[in-house]
């Protein structure tokens, strides 16, 4: 089992920015995919980042430019820094890692971003 917690959510201005982290703890060993995706109210669950071992990080449309998904593998821990948020990007966002094709979930935490 892997367990994921997120931490750094928060309520933020339009053109703010904050970073989100997702500690990794339990069977980490051999975690290929890491990343965020958000689900908004009366949305479903999208794809924000993912970045898998040894390969460019992969993002959104929405967030190109604006977000940046980091590693940091000693830590265990995976990082997203959000610039420029838009009140759009309201939603819970959650911590995601695939093993053997078996995905792992944090419980989430919340980016409200007021206009």
């Known amino acids: 089992q892997v367990q994921l917690v997120e931490s750094g959510g928060g309520l933020v201005q339009a053109g703010g920015s904050l970073r989100l982290s997702c500690a990794a703890s339990?069977?980490?060993?051999?975690?290929?995919?890491m990343g965020w995706y958000r689900q908004a109210p009366g949305k479903q669950r999208e794809l924000v980042a993912t970045?898998?071992?040894?390969?460019?990080?992969n993002y959104a449309d929405s967030v190109k430019g604006r977000f940046t998904i980091s590693r940091d593998n000693a830590k265990r821990t995976v990082y997203l820094q959000m610039n420029n948020l838009k009140p759009e990007d309201t939603a819970v966002y959650y911590c995601?890692?695939?093993?053997?094709?078996?995905?792992?979930w944090g419980k989430g935490t919340l980016v409200t971003v007021s206009s």
């Open positions: 970045k898998s071992s040894g390969e460019s990080p």
């Open positions: 339990g069977d980490i060993f051999s975690i290929n995919v």
């Open positions: 995601h890692a695939s093993k053997f094709g078996m995905n792992y």
